[in-house]
């Protein structure tokens, strides 16, 4: 089983970057596809970004393509989200977990996340 903590969130003036990891501890960490939810006060949960097992092919939501950049290295069994041109409507608890599916219905685990809050 892999376990994941969710790292490097902050308070961010909107424009600035922040980058976020995700360090994983267990099995073959270069064998799983990740992927990375977040949850805003008062909202539900939703789909980020996710990157494929070993080749690393990334995948977005629209409401963050082009200025979030995921990535990954297995050599570390960390998975990164560079965050760039942040908005304020990017603050939010920020999880990453081992990918089944875009939904975060299918998940039965989170960890802790990590909260990140961009100001105006």
């Known amino acids: 089983q892999v376990q994941l903590v969710e790292s490097g969130g902050g308070l961010v003036q909107a424009g600035g970057s922040l980058r976020l990891s995700c360090a994983a501890s267990?099995?073959?960490?270069?064998?799983?596809?990740i992927i990375w939810f977040r949850q805003a006060p008062g909202k539900e949960r939703e789909f980020v970004a996710l990157i494929s097992a070993s080749v690393g092919n990334p995948y977005y939501a629209d409401s963050v393509k082009g200025r979030f950049t995921i990535s990954r290295d297995n050599a570390k069994n960390t998975v990164y989200l560079q965050m760039n041109s942040l908005k304020p409507e990017d603050t939010a608890v920020y999880y990453c977990n081992v990918y089944r599916s875009t939904s975060p219905k299918d998940y039965d685990y989170w960890g802790q996340g990590t909260q990140v809050t961009v100001s105006s």
């Open positions: 267990g099995r073959t960490f270069s064998n799983y596809a």
